[in-house]
């Protein structure tokens, strides 16, 4: 899979955010962007333009890009509707999903289960995100996948941050298996419940994340939000 610079700039930038070397409040600079990846500002702009998009930073006219704070409730309310709306992709794919969707999604889970082989996190997560992406696809409702894909986009970096905590690789691996056998055998309940628990980021999970964010950089908490 071949990416584009400014996607590769992106998935960077989104990075630095969530793990705090780029702080709330900050100003991403273009020519200092353009000089510290050594490549034009077309790149760059579009790179900010993403990230704008999904919400992690902020386009002032006239000011520039400056990097947006997120709250504990948002990103808590963010899970539970991305939850929803999988659970609603999940379902319509155990009914509409095709022999070739099936094999790809097979496809998607083998690739899965490689990247965690070999204990490569950054492969695991593009082959995650083909993964999802099979399951949007085989739900045959386009409106429902576009919106589903633009909140998938909005929290791609903290579902990326939460592959690094210890063992988390495995038990999505492991979540995964659970979720492509219910799709396999049409089982629209199974599938729904599998991938709500896959998704939503509950107990020890929310903690595990906040714990591998660095301080400075954690959300306010849910009184101040």
Do not use: W
């Not at 022999?99 to 490689?114: F, G, T």
């Not at 896959?198 to 400075?216: C, K, T, V």
């Amino acid at each position: 899979m071949t990416i584009r610079i400014a996607d590769k700039l992106r998935d960077q930038l989104e990075q630095d955010i969530v793990v705090g070397r780029l702080r709330p409040g900050e100003r991403l600079d273009e020519a200092s962007l353009s000089g510290r990846f050594g490549v034009s500002r077309t790149p760059i702009r579009e790179a900010l333009a993403q990230l704008a998009s999904n919400g992690l930073v902020e386009l002032r006219p006239r000011r520039g890009a400056f990097v947006r704070e997120v709250s504990i409730r948002e990103l808590l309310e963010m899970f539970d509707v991305m939850a929803e709306l999988e659970s609603m992709c999940v379902r319509l794919a155990a009914r509409r999903m095709k022999r070739e969707q099936q094999a790809e999604l097979i496809d998607a889970h083998a690739k899965c289960k490689k990247a965690s082989e070999s204990d490569d996190v950054d492969a695991y997560y593009y082959s995650n995100q083909v993964f999802h992406q099979v399951i949007y696809n085989a739900c045959g409702n386009h409106f429902l996948c576009r919106q589903t894909e633009q909140l998938r986009n909005r929290l791609k970096p903290y579902r990326r941050l939460q592959l690094h905590v210890p063992h988390r690789v495995a038990a999505s691996l492991r979540e995964h298996q659970v979720i492509v056998d219910a799709l396999l055998n049409g089982d629209e309940v199974a599938a729904s419940e599998a991938i709500k628990a896959h998704i939503l980021i509950q107990g020890e999970r929310f903690y595990d994340l906040l714990a591998s964010m660095p301080e400075h950089n954690q959300p306010q908490s849910i009184l101040t939000a």
